[in-house]
């Protein structure tokens, strides 16, 4: 499972904001959990992230 973990950080505007992002590719929660619903992904290993990145290229380069 994503680690879901909610970190701070500073935006260039100064502004405070909050982000999800974890892993090899910076996957958010939310992006995370549709991934692994979709593919059965049962952890959040290397090739599990491996996985999801992958779909997410071929999204994007059939959305072009």
Do not use: C, E, M
């Not at 909610?6 to 590719?25: E, H, I, L, V």
């Amino acid at each position: 499972a994503h680690p879901n973990v909610r970190k701070s950080f500073k935006q260039t505007d100064g502004k405070t904001n909050f982000t999800t992002a974890a892993g090899r590719y910076q996957f958010l929660k939310g992006t995370w959990d549709g991934l692994s619903r979709q593919y059965g992904l049962k952890d959040f290993s290397p090739q599990s992230q491996d996985i999801g990145a992958i779909d997410l290229l071929h999204f994007s380069q059939s959305n072009n």
